[in-house]
């Protein structure tokens, strides 16, 4: 790698290559130890790439948080704060492995389970405790996703269940929810299903996809009017394309789940790890958005995060997850994706807001990352392209109604960054926000504008840098491991 003095100029056709690229690979330059690497960055406001829609931000829960009616109910209204802080809209999925164990009971009373009973992730253990879902839990929920403005994204039981009794849980869901129900998920992560115990160790695609369409046919008997996604697949890419060739015309949307790295008992599995990029991300991105462009159905990764098995104590609970979320947020909104559910619930290591009804909510790292990337809903994306070399770093810009932001992030452990953003529009009003921490271990004391989310899910700016254009550029400083977002109004 050769050391970097000055800005470099590239070519329009390469850096939109870099910035339109759909595996929105980083862009990175080396320097010498301890000196800061310089970085060009382009910004091509003028060319419009992607709308990002405006329900881009999402949260996933499991659905064993469901056997407590009151959690997800408009009474709690400190759990509604923390979501209305990441969007004004937003998609809230239930599902997970529990919803393969959870038991719809329509004419059920509701459980003597605590209110304040909090669900952390599943961690992938062989034996799980069956859930009853009843209709005062569903209607509860439909009430709290209207009360934060957001829709759900519901999931019903394959591994365990019976067409008929899904079609009668998706109705029962249809009509509290209305278009507040944004698809009914048949299944959670059937690929895997011949290894949990679900299903024959030969089960295949093949296999699967005549027991989905058998409960989808159920559920568009009894609610014609529901939209249905699928096939909510853990990692095989291979099902979503099969699903997407196979049964188009069945679905509005289609899922899937990503999850950085794992499992937590590997010691590879570290914060270096979760900051470099992805190659099977960045392999698989390209697969899915020609699977949706081909089909005509948008693809939205439905369940996800930093390590699976309910995350990795002292990685998915850092700031350095605060950095991989943002990035990884904007690469997938950049690269096409309508939205991405963060999984979490309970005090799950990886788990966005923790906490539960009796003991109060607190905002992980992680929830900061999701608060800088969901800046971005509702905007245009536009090139912004570095050439690629060898510093840990990505940017992203868009266009809104109030102007344009760019989001820069620095990965690099140890490295500080020195960023040159040309050419940009004429602006009397430049500010700047820092995702900032301690330290990239630092659990606490993470901070988006020099604010931290208070206690009752409130925020608002605290420091807002100032800055000016110098012939048409700005130069931005970043340290090592941390972020910017710049505000051009």
Known sequence: MSTLTSPFTLTRRRWLQVAAGSTGAPAVIRAQA??????????????????????FTGLSYEAAQLASPDFFAPSNTALAAFIRRLGSRGVLRIGGNTSEYATWSPDGAALAAASSGAVSPDTGAKQHKATTITPEAVRNLAAFAKSCGWQLIYGVNLGNGSPDRAASEAQAVYEAAGDGLLSVQIGNEPDLYHKNGLRPENWAFDDYLPQWLEFAHAIKKRVPQAKLGAPDVASNVAWITAFAEKAKDEVALLSGHYYAMGPPTNPAMNISRLLKPSGNLQKNIPTIMQASRESGRPFRMTEGNSCYNGGKAGVSDTFAAALWCGDYMLQLAQAGYVGVNLHGGGNGHYTPIAGDMK??????????????????????????????????????AAKGADGLRIAIFNKEEQQSIRVNVEPLIASNHIAIWRLAAPAIDSKTDVTLAGAAVGADG????????????????????????????IWIR
Do not use: C, D
């Open 458 to 485: 409130s925020w608002a700016t605290a420091k807002e840098e100032s800055a000016a254009l110098k012939r048409g550029s700005l130069e931005v400083e970043l340290p090592a491991a941390s972020a910017a977002l």
């Open 359 to 396: 003991r109060g909510f607190s905002a992980r790292p992680i929830f900061y990352g999701m608060l800088m990337a969901g800046q971005f809903a509702g905007t245009t994306m536009v090139p912004a392209g570095f050439e690629v070399q060898g510093v840990n770093a990505t940017a992203y």
């Open 34 to 55: 301890g000196s800061a690497a310089t970085l060009a960055l382009k910004i091509e406001a003028s060319h419009e790439l992607l709308k990002i829609p405006a329900n």
